[in-house]
């Protein structure tokens, strides 16, 4: 019986690649998500809200419930369930709105 | 594609799942020219949810259900001229007068890619699909609290697990075959909790008698349960969920026949992970912002009201698949082909083979019948709001607690999810109320009559404001435009 998903389904990655998650090296496979790759390292926030600033990541899993909103590569609010993972990624958690910086 | 780039296209298909590949397919087989967008990368929808060719999955099929069937439509569309426009976010419809449909997308992978499109076409099938309806309940914010779609979505393509203890709640048929795929793939999974039961199908013994492949799929998933030593705890859900930074434990709760949590009956079970959801919801805000007719589904949803030939009551439009009614995979390829055909027949007078057309009834009305039997197995009872403290987030967006909806009820007189909406603010997020809108409805009902919330939404995904600024810009090719698109 299969003990990970990768077995499961056969699975033969091309070469995995590291992106960082606040700082932090993970390990991903081509392919990934975002919430993926930080899934598969155990990591499952990757978001704080904007009121009371609550850990949150991936919900829908679908793109549709903007839960796992991160700062990719500097841009904040992409959908990390959609967004593949990329070698040297830099992900960073979302602060609420993911503007901070510009003080609105 | 059409004969020349400025024509428009014979049909646009929005979604690219099991409805939409077999309206695309059939339609360009019939020698219409179709153009398929589909937000994700990748074809099949969210039931043939697959990795990336990079993950070199040899046995992709270990995580489906009847994986021939798509096979099958996927040689098909290789086979046809059919535009497949991926990565494509379609965020509005719209019609001028005598003129062709403009379907207008936003790009890239998750819609942040900065180009918008103008797909014209003469017809338009809508195949969206659904998204998983959720309720709230005390702890549901928490890390580790996942969706039982969104946990089968993320196993699908991206081979993750949430945790390696995965608790399946909720209620549907969903449940089943999430909690299957999770131990399949390594998860362990005490218990899946349904809040209903399975007696409610025995009130519809013609239904499951015409239906045999369901039994059949049910009798799969009990064996697989039985063989992981998942335990299918009925009539009970979870009331409470436990950790501070992730979810270390789940308190199940047996109801009563209205939902309601039974005192003194709740226990404890350790877990790292908890997916759960409460059926699935048409995805309709296209149709709805063109003011196609809707029908109420005894799961306490809205679908679009169609005819027998899956056209919306917008002529000229046409959706199939789980936009008319949550009823699975196999349905939506039925309903697919039938508006293939009917859109065939409506453009070129197709004689369309009246007999493939009457079979392909025959087997949606079947099927039809199978799911709204377990709709009504499965809707949710009022006393689900009987699991909620006041301190429970409704709104995940907005953190708006259902406190504050109560007090927007019964303090400042709200008696609809809208006024709740703009008293609170919930549904007001980022997804606009696609997670809190059943729920709220409930709470601003009263705990009386369930009332759908309303599926209006301008927008069906968030645009930037440069492609509302692009709009007004004369139609012409722009040098990124993909082939076959125009603006």
């Known amino acids: 019986m299969a003990r990970t998903p990768a077995e499961l389904v056969g699975a033969n ?15 991903a496979l081509p392919g990934q998500s975002v919430a993926a790759a930080l899934w598969s390292a155990g990591i499952l926030a990757w978001r704080t809200t904007r009121h009371t600033d609550r850990p949150r990541g991936a919900f829908c899993g679908i793109g549709q419930c903007y839960d796992c909103l991160a700062t990719i590569n500097g841009e904040p609010n992409r959908r990390a369930c959609l967004v593949p993972a990329r070698p040297g990624d830099v992900i960073i958690t979302q602060e609420g709105h993911g503007h901070a910086r510009l003080s609105v | ?42 074809h099949g929808g969210q039931f043939y949810r697959h990795p990336a060719p990079s993950m070199g999955a040899a046995r992709p099929e270990a995580l489906h259900h009847d994986w021939a069937a798509f096979a099958e439509l ?15 976010h379609v965020w509005t419809v719209t019609k001028e007068d005598h003129g062709p449909w403009a379907v207008h997308a936003v790009t890239g992978v998750d819609g942040t890619a900065e180009r918008s499109v103008r797909v014209r076409a003469r017809t338009v099938l809508l195949a969206t699909g659904a998204y998983e309806r959720q309720l709230p309940f005390p702890g549901w914010t928490l890390p580790g609290v996942v969706g039982a779609g969104g946990a089968q979505a993320m196993l699908k393509s991206g081979l993750v697990l949430p945790g390696k203890r995965v608790v399946v709640a909720g209620s549907g048929p969903l449940l089943l075959a999430v909690a299957t795929s999770l131990a399949a793939a390594g998860a362990q999974v005490p218990a899946v909790i349904e809040a209903s039961g399975y007696l409610g199908y025995a009130r519809h013994p013609r239904a499951l008698a015409a239906n045999p492949h369901k039994l059949v799929e049910a009798a799969v998933h009990g064996a697989a349960l039985l063989r992981h030593r998942v335990r299918l705890r009925t009539r009970s859900a979870v009331t409470e969920v436990h ?46 912002a063109l003011g196609c007719a809707t029908r109420p589904v005894a799961d306490g949803t809205s679908a679009l009201a169609l005819d027998g030939l899956q056209e919306t009551s917008v002529r000229g439009l046409w959706a199939a698949g789980e936009t008319g009614g949550i009823g699975g995979a196999q349905l939506a390829r039925s309903e697919g082909e039938l508006a293939g055909l009917a859109a065939a027949g409506r453009l070129y007078g197709h004689p369309v083979r009246e007999e493939r057309v009457r079979a ?33 987030e409704v709104c995940r967006c907005e953190e708006v607690t259902a406190r504050s909806i109560r007090e927007a009820v019964t303090d400042f007189g709200a008696r609809d999810a809208r006024t709740v909406k703009l008293l609170t603010r919930a549904g007001m997020g980022w997804c606009q109320g696609r997670m809190c809108g059943a729920a709220v409805a409930c709470l601003a009902a009263r705990e009386g009559a369930v009332e759908p919330p309303a599926e209006r939404r301008p927008f069906a995904v968030p645009v930037p404001l440069s492609a509302l600024a692009s709009l007004d810009e004369p139609t012409g090719i722009r040098p990124d435009a993909a082939p076959g698109v125009d603006d």
């Open chain 1, 13 to 27: 990655p091309g070469p995995s690649f590291e992106i960082t998650m606040d700082g932090r090296p993970v390990t």
């Open chain 2, 1 to 42: 594609m059409p004969a020349s780039a400025s024509d428009p296209y014979d049909l646009a298909v929005i979604g690219a799942g099991s409805a939409g590949l077999a309206g695309a397919v059939t339609a360009a087989e019939l020698g219409l020219s179709v153009a398929l967008l589909d937000g994700s990368p990748q």
């Open chain 2, 74 to 88: 996927r040689r098909r569309l290789e086979r046809s001229d059919v535009s497949h426009l991926s990565g494509h």
């Open chain 2, 243 to 288: 950790g501070t930074d992730r979810v270390e434990a789940v308190t199940v709760t047996r109801l009563d026949r209205d939902w309601r949590p039974v005192r003194g009956a709740s226990r404890q079970i350790e877990c790292d992970a908890l997916a759960v959801g409460h059926g699935l919801a048409p995805q309709i805000e296209l149709a709805t």
């Open chain 2, 360 to 392: 392909l009834q025959r087997r949606r009305d079947r099927m039809r019948a199978f799911a709204d039997a377990m709709a009504i197995s499965h809707a949710p009872a009022a006393g689900w709001t009987g699991w909620l403290t006041g301190d429970t």
